[in-house]
């Protein structure tokens, strides 16, 4: 049975992929889900399937999943909730158990199909008819109530919103694991347009197979993901999530938000994914117990793919605060102590070395504040001779008020940070200028925030304490 | 001495300026101010003052105030601090006291340098001759270490920071007074790209005169300002800012961010404007006092800046949740309940008028999910049967996905929120579409924010309860 639970890395490398109910008609699930394939630059055999026609996009259109010749391993179905069983009985009867063994044609489905467990009696009844045909004939499901995968390594892109909509974020090394579809291509829509990327994002829906424990065990030995982002409604199986959970933070970092807490959250999720949340200590207990960083909310999450994007943990907590806006500085300095990191002085020797390189205006202390009359050169005297003092980590405002500072900045930065191995933190508030310039930042690989908070929450996630 | 306190109302309404140190050199601190003056569309007369040039930038530029025939409402002061006190006291000896009573020269200062009590013993003695000379000669001096004002009722702008750099909003309702100039501007650069106004900006930064107090007691009474945000790091006379904060909160909202709380935030405030910020629980028992609505740092100021230039405070604090993307409106219903507000269920008829009007794939409760297949009628209908309920404000995600929402959606909402009378807060995570959809809201006067945290914390800032 292990063996089974755990094998879903077929989902992430796909030589066939059929869509069941697929459309010619423009805005359709399916629709847009072959657009999506075909954008991303699928490079295995796409199969549409529907007994209404005979080729849709110029692809052949097969009657039903039996007359395609070749084995299958994803397929998509995307059909009215009352015709996805008998669907997927009839596909899964292809399927001898135990698939890795024996061959099968179809090896999983993704039911995107709303209308199961999240509406109520008869859609919770239809989903267990699911889960028994997972039993009985060894398919694996994810969904149904789901947006599948975006995968950028093997280049699947189940996500039934259309790109002019939603972006499609770039390759980079965080994966996320979502329970809700929209949370995950909320953030991959706004990672996009950041230009920061991702690995493999999997929306699993209801979860009724597949679920963020199988996501886990499989993601743990991912060479292409370097940390992971959880959204959670609900875990099923409770034990099985602390020990997968508890094997992958052994090896990359693991954050979770995990959402439907109180009363009015509890009946929220029921109604979405049909989860039975449970009581939020005994998940508080279980992320501490696996090694997984809880995050506050949504924002949070955010954060943390940009930052594991970049960086790594950290071991400690000491943080340098450099800026060339007092104000913030103050309040970067308030909200470090708030989350628990270190904002310790710097010692009598860094402060003389600083006090003779900088100019007299500058505050010499931590933060230390280079005023608006700062340099690009300030800024890496500052960081030098408070690097020396064994900092684990700096917070470096730029607000980009003074005209004498310069994108040339960056490159600079890149080499003091590469030469004291000291993750750096960009603080970047404001307007349209101080938004390009973060997107240069953030191209050359050095992560920018746009408020003191989440500058302050990326550095404490890092620390992989609680936030 | 009260009313000689109070009066800095003409800081506000100046017919003539003076740029004490003005240059024509691009870049200047001096020059920067000159062009923002002529940009915003200052009305009154400008006088450049400074020996070394007879005209800058086609205006005649006076070799001292002494030769500038007309009175002054504010002479800013851009000089190196050591000669900011000789300049300050030779135009006030023109002015005597009481200033209001006898006519006056120069009725008031800015003086935007720095290099006073900030930094340490010798710029507090400098600093404290300033007082002297307030005190003396009854000039009004806002400054030192600040930028100024930026009024786009007055048309004034003494914001050194050009305005390719650092944007300029347009005219709006709320009033932002802020001791850190950088937290000042750089709000007001997030404002102005995302179409959001202001009326008066005033950074008083060190606050050696003109403070905290004085700008309450002058913008309690302004028509043009319907609420007020502050940040402040310490305040001079506790009693004073109660009572002020207090007749202030009387007639419109006024929320606060204070940072410099522990030791790392203390420590780097007294090296910002100088501050001695005092024990935090004290300046928290006195915002309670004063009716002050505390705000948790930068995010929860812009939010309450961007909230309250469209409603005012709220009576109730029964949320209703309207979404397209379950997982947001769980996040939301856990926020709330995090930030003290209501998310009640809705009345078994409400319950009855929302199936029977919506698709039978939506879940109907509070929140009120409307799922990815949602339609911008069924946003008026859910809306509409759910504030027969008696909610006191409404938080709407609006995720863009579904390609068949339209911008038509903003125009509806007005009406149905028009009708019932209700604010409604639209939460629109995401990226490059979704952002263009928030402009046009935002320009139709239904404010958007990017995460389910920032719509809640407005929410909350309407009830009025620390956040």
Redesign the interface.
């Known amino acids: 049975m292990k063996e089974k639970r755990n094998n879903i890395s077929f989902f992430f490398n796909p030589k066939a992929i059929a869509i069941i109910g697929a459309s010619p008609t423009p805005?359709k699930l399916s629709s847009v889900i072959l657009e999506s394939l075909n954008r991303i630059g699928f490079s295995g055999s796409i199969y549409p399937v529907n007994p209404k026609y005979t080729s849709i996009n110029d692809l052949k259109c097969y009657g039903s999943i039996h007359e395609i010749k070749n084995d299958i391993d994803i397929a998509v179905i995307a059909l009215p909730s009352q015709s996805v069983l008998e669907t997927l009985k009839d596909m899964a009867k292809t399927t001898p158990y135990p698939p890795f063994l024996r061959g099968n044609k179809v090896k999983g489905a993704i039911i995107v199909s709303?209308?199961f467990k999240?509406?109520g009696e008869n859609g919770r009844k239809l989903e267990g008819e699911i889960k028994g045909i997972v039993e009985k004939f060894g398919i694996r499901v994810m969904g149904p109530n789901c947006m599948g995968i975006y995968d950028t390594i093997s280049k699947v892109d189940t996500f039934?919103?259309?790109k002019?909509?939603?972006?499609r974020p770039v390759r980079g090394g965080i994966s996320i694991v979502?329970?809700?579809?929209?949370?995950a291509?909320?953030?991959m829509?706004?990672l996009?347009?950041e230009g920061i990327g991702v690995s493999r994002v999997i929306s699993y829906g209801n979860g009724a197979d597949v679920d963020e424990s199988d996501c886990l065990e499989f993601l743990k030995d991912d060479e292409a993901t370097n940390a992971i982002a959880l959204?959670i409604?609900s875990v099923n199986d409770g034990r099985r999530f602390v020990e997968a959970a508890f094997r992958c933070t052994r090896k990359k970092p693991v954050v979770a938000?995990k959402?439907?807490?109180?009363?009015?959250?509890v009946?929220?999720?029921r109604?979405?994914?049909g989860a039975m949340t449970g009581r939020y200590e005994i998940y508080r207990a279980a992320f501490k117990k696996a090694g997984v960083t809880e995050i506050d909310?949504?924002?949070g999450l955010?954060d943390a793919c940009r930052i594991f994007n970049v960086y790594g943990l950290i071991k400690g907590k000491k943080v340098l605060?450099i800026t060339?806006?007092?104000?913030?500085?103050?309040?970067i300095?308030?909200?470090?102590?708030?989350s628990g990191l270190e904002?310790a002085?710097i010692t009598e020797a860094a402060r003389n070395r600083l006090t003779s390189r900088l100019p007299s205006?500058c505050?010499v202390?931590?933060?230390i504040?280079l005023?608006?009359s700062v340099t690009d050169e300030d800024y890496l005297t500052a960081l030098e001779e408070g690097l020396k003092d064994g900092f684990d980590i700096a917070i470096m405002t730029v607000?980009?008020?003074?005209?004498?500072l310069t994108e040339g900045l960056v490159e600079k930065l890149k080499k003091t940070m590469k030469r004291y191995n000291t993750p750096i933190i960009v603080c970047s508030?404001?307007?349209?200028?101080?938004?390009m310039m973060g997107r240069i930042f953030g191209e050359k690989g050095i992560p920018v925030f746009s408020?003191?908070?989440?500058a302050v929450r990326a550095a404490a996630i890092l620390t992989g304490k609680r936030i």
Request: hydrophobic content about 30%.
């Open positions: 805005g709303a209308g999240e509406t039934f919103v259309p002019d909509r939603v972006g979502s329970q809700s579809g929209s949370f291509a909320t953030i829509d706004e996009a347009l959204y409604e938000v959402v439907g807490r109180r009363d009015a959250g009946n929220a999720a109604s979405h994914t909310g949504y924002e955010k605060i060339d806006g007092g104000g913030i500085g103050v309040r300095a308030d909200a470090c102590e708030n904002v002085g205006f505050a202390g931590n933060p504040d005023t608006g607000l980009w008020g003074p005209p004498q508030p404001g307007g349209e200028f101080t938004k408020s003191p908070e989440s």
